[in-house]
């Protein structure tokens, strides 16, 4: 059976069966889970190994495709934002420029959350209603140019689907959400990596799943004239996009030094990731989540001493 079979085999098992959290203790933690497109399939791996080894924060902060692997985590659904990612990588509907080209979103909205969830591959949204772990999307607020956290309680919802489309709406490439009177795209924008919100809830434990190698350094935004035309009317989020690069930096920076203050536990890449954001070859996704799934396992002894402290 090749590995994309086994994939596959895993996702749809995974749909007829119990959610892994099933008589499982969550753990009184955050996880806080960066985006970056494709790059989630790291996420991914680490989130399978955590839910094949039983560990359950009972708090997710997700933002884009972090947003996305986290839904899968809240549901208990091991193996499927990999298995979906794949098998719908190469469908123009799911996520790429054609389907920009067709309805004005890269990630197509009405095929990613559902056709593919409520048809193609349903998604267990009982599960996820049931489920003692809670999902936070974060999505950037284009009126204020701040980010906002959304507690996505069913996604049967009509009230909550739209923050967590909203939180991985990439901006140009895709329509701006309107909901609650708020003008709404990626998170990244204005939080790529939540972690002064998670810490503002007050737990003591923060697990942060990165998608960028250590030596990962963002720079200005080749597209800001683009940018600029296109939000013209939103000033507060432009700021945030010019400004983007040494936020996102300076929370890199701040995050290792967290890290060796034993003040909180991130888990990366070991080596820089070169995937596309719409990456459609195969056999690169499957072995970035197998990256995720091997890093998850090299620090799982160090992260449990972490969380007993």
């Known amino acids: 059976?090749?590995?994309?079979?086994?994939?596959?085999?895993?996702?749809?098992?995974?749909?007829?069966?119990?959610?892994?959290?099933?008589?499982?203790n969550t753990t009184p933690a955050n996880l806080v889970l960066e985006g970056g497109a494709m790059r989630g399939q790291f996420t991914a791996g680490v989130l399978d190994y955590f839910m094949e080894h039983g560990l359950f924060c009972d708090r997710v902060f997700g933002v884009s495709a972090g947003a996305l692997n986290g839904y899968c985590y809240v549901s208990g659904e091991i193996g499927r934002t990999c298995f979906l990612n794949m098998k719908y990588a190469?469908?123009?509907?799911?996520?790429?420029?054609?389907?920009?080209?067709?309805?004005?979103?890269?990630?197509?909205?009405?095929?990613?959350?559902?056709?593919?969830?409520?048809?193609?591959?349903?998604?267990?949204?009982?599960?996820?209603?049931?489920?003692?772990?809670?999902l936070t999307a974060v999505s950037s607020n284009?009126?204020?140019?701040?980010?906002?956290?959304?507690?996505?309680?069913?996604?049967?919802?009509?009230?909550?689907?739209?923050?967590?489309?909203?939180?991985?709406?990439?901006?140009?490439v895709s329509q701006i959400v309107d909901?609650?009177?708020?003008?709404?795209?990626?998170?990244?924008?204005?939080?790529?990596?939540?972690?002064?919100?998670?810490?503002?809830?007050?737990r003591k434990k923060h697990v942060v799943v990165l998608t960028q190698a250590a030596d990962y350094v963002k720079g200005p935004n080749k597209l800001m004239p683009v940018l600029s035309q296109v939000y013209a009317d939103f000033p507060y989020y432009?700021?945030?996009?010019?400004?983007?690069?040494?936020?996102?930096n300076r929370t890199y920076r701040q995050l290792v030094r967290m890290h060796d203050a034993g003040e909180v536990f991130v888990i990366r890449p070991q080596k820089p990731v070169t995937i596309h954001s719409m990456e459609h070859d195969q056999e690169k996704l499957l072995d970035l989540y197998a990256q995720g799934y091997a890093e998850a396992a090299r620090t799982w002894f160090d992260l449990q001493e972490y969380l007993a402290k």
């Open 142 to 172: 284009l009126d204020t140019g701040e980010a906002d956290y959304h507690d996505v309680v069913d996604l049967a919802d009509d009230g909550d689907l739209p923050y967590l489309i909203a939180s991985s709406s990439m901006p140009l």
């Open 238 to 248: 432009l700021d945030r996009l010019r400004h983007r690069h040494y936020e996102y």
């Open 179 to 202: 909901v609650d009177g708020k003008h709404l795209l990626d998170g990244g924008t204005c939080d790529s990596v939540p972690i002064v919100h998670s810490m503002l809830t007050g």
């Open 90 to 134: 190469n469908d123009p509907r799911y996520l790429s420029l054609k389907s920009y080209a067709r309805t004005g979103n890269a990630c197509g909205r009405e095929f990613a959350f559902h056709e593919v969830p409520e048809k193609l591959e349903p998604f267990d949204f009982d599960a996820y209603r049931r489920s003692p772990i809670r």
């Open 1 to 24: 059976m090749s590995d994309f079979d086994t994939a596959g085999k895993q996702a749809g098992e995974s749909a007829r069966t119990a959610p892994a959290w099933e008589e499982r």
